[in-house]
């Protein structure tokens, strides 16, 4: 396979072509960024040990019979992945009350959420990324009810899979943001699953091992990395 132009740049991967229009690398860069891209910085090893945790969270995914874009590492900090038509809809699940919910309701951080939620952004950094419905989705034409109701099954079926994952490694998961496209006509889960979209909480200390730390400036932030895949048994 062989990789072609930049087709896309995003804050944290940029997105090239290939000799098959099929497939497409994504590389993970050291770039990091929060508040809608107003705070910034480079982090040593980031891309490697996204790319590494993106590919084992992928895979173990896929093995639970979730359709994902993930084919194959390709180095470091890329990896070959599906060309999905995207969705612009994220797909929020929680577990435990933390970050926007907390801000936009005033509830307690840290309450459990059972059953947990469910919430849908539309991808639109110009606008912040706003919260949306089913309804608007379907008025709006960014998704059909059908496409909707998958991406709502698959993403509590990823719940199902990740939490007890990360729970034999003695982390608690917060909650994660999800991406989906269509491949084939096949609704199929896209973007990445790294701790840069995901909170995770050391299950004793409820020590936050994710990105919250470089958006609070608690430091440490590739280390947290690191450790969350060590206890899963990525080896970087
Ligand atoms: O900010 P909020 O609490 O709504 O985020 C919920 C989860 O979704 C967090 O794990 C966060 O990291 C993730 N998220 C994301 N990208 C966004 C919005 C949220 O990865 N654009």
């Known amino acids: 396979m062989q990789k072609r132009d930049e087709l896309y740049a995003g804050k944290a991967k940029s997105v090239y072509r290939t000799d098959d229009p099929q497939r497409l690398i994504l590389h993970f860069r050291d770039d990091t960024s929060a508040f809608d891209g107003k705070k910034k910085e480079s982090l040593a090893r980031k ?28 180095s470091d900090d890329e990896c070959v992945v599906k060309n999905l038509e995207m969705i612009p809809v994220e797909c929020v699940v929680r577990n435990v009350a933390a970050g926007g919910l907390v801000r936009r309701l005033g509830v307690e951080e840290g309450q459990a959420l059972t059953p947990p939620t469910f919430e849908l952004f539309l991808k639109d950094d110009a606008n912040g990324d706003p919260m949306i419905n089913e309804s608007l ?48 006509g096949q609704v199929t889960l896209g973007d990445e699953f790294s701790p840069d979209g995901c909170r995770l909480w050391d299950a004793n200390t409820r020590e936050k091992m994710d990105k919250d730390r470089f958006r609070q400036g608690l430091g440490g932030v590739i280390e947290a990395y690191e450790e969350v895949g060590r206890r899963i048994g990525i080896t970087f």
């Open 47 to 74: 891309g490697m040990v996204n790319n590494k945790f993106n590919a084992f969270i992928m895979e173990k995914l896929q093995a639970a019979g979730i359709p994902t874009h993930f084919e194959t590492l390709l």
């Open 137 to 184: 989705a379907e008025t709006f034409g960014w998704a059909t009810p059908e496409q909707l109701a998958t991406m709502k099954t698959l993403t509590f079926q990823v719940n199902d899979v990740l939490k007890q994952l990360f729970l034999d490694g003695d982390m608690l998961l917060v909650d994660y943001k999800l991406e989906f496209g269509l491949f084939d």
